[in-house]
């Protein structure tokens, strides 16, 4: 069974600053992996998916992860953090048996707080 | 495009009483996943439906229940409810053959009292 490790529940970085979100997955064969982010009280929004092809992925609002199958890693990063990135933000991994959306599995997330 | 729609948004309900959550998939879409998101957690698969028929389950129990209608939208169904039943419910939309990602809609919270 597939599973997904984010190792920061909490991370607070200073407005401007660069960030890494660290992710973990174990999964027999090729991954889908996901990035999500969500604000208080909301559903989720995709930033970002891997799927196959170039392991360095772009997304929406200027971040970009990288999959590295050697580490088992999908690290979510951003060069500079603007205040209304704070949110909370999961990595997933799909089954990909059927469509790679089909039957996710998720990290518990990480809190960002972003410092003024 | 309106994308996943959710009805209602929140909901209150006492226990051992039984709740309808309902979902529209994105326009083009033909699957559609429940999710539990409890407090502080990442969100749990509860089941998927294609063709009108439960396609995958997680570890849930049978108290939980769907159904899936021609016009693709769904419904997620708990009877007897506890009070660890209270949660964010996100239904997610995707197409069940294809290399996608799923869309989802803003959730239920489902308090019990």
């Known amino acids: 069974a597939q599973s997904v490790t984010q190792p920061d529940i909490h991370i607070t970085v200073s407005e401007g600053a660069s960030l890494e979100l660290r992710c973990n997955y174990s999964?027999?064969?090729?991954?889908?992996l996901f990035w999500y982010v969500q604000s208080p009280g909301q559903g989720l929004q995709l930033l970002l998916k891997?799927?196959?092809?170039?392991?360095l992925v772009q997304g929406i609002k200027g971040f970009e992860a990288e999959f590295k199958r050697s580490q088992s890693s999908f690290n979510l990063r951003k060069p500079s953090v603007h205040w209304s990135d704070a949110a909370e933000y999961f990595c997933?991994?799909?089954?990909?048996?059927?469509?790679?959306?089909?039957?996710?599995?998720f990290g518990t997330g990480t809190q960002l707080k972003v410092e003024l | 495009d309106a994308g996943v729609t959710q009805s209602p948004t929140h909901l209150i309900k006492t226990r051992g009483q039984q709740v309808t959550l309902r979902c529209s998939p994105k326009s083009g879409h033909d699957t559609v996943s429940w999710y539990q998101q409890a407090l502080g957690q990442g969100p749990q698969f509860i089941f998927q439906?294609?063709?009108?028929?439960?396609?995958q389950r997680g570890n849930f129990p049978d108290r939980f229940s769907g159904h899936q209608f021609p016009n693709y939208s769904s419904e997620l169904n708990v009877n007897a409810l506890l009070l660890g039943d209270s949660a964010l419910y996100l239904c997610?939309?995707?197409?069940?053959?294809?290399?996608?990602?799923?869309?989802f809609g803003q959730g239920t919270r489902l308090t019990v009292v």
């Open positions: 999964y027999g064969a090729t991954p889908y």
């Open positions: 997610a939309s995707s197409l069940y053959s294809a290399n996608t990602e799923a869309f």
């Open positions: 891997y799927f196959s092809g170039d392991t």
């Open positions: 997933a991994v799909g089954a990909g048996v059927t469509g790679g959306g089909n039957k996710l599995t």
């Open positions: 439906y294609y063709e009108e028929e439960e396609r």
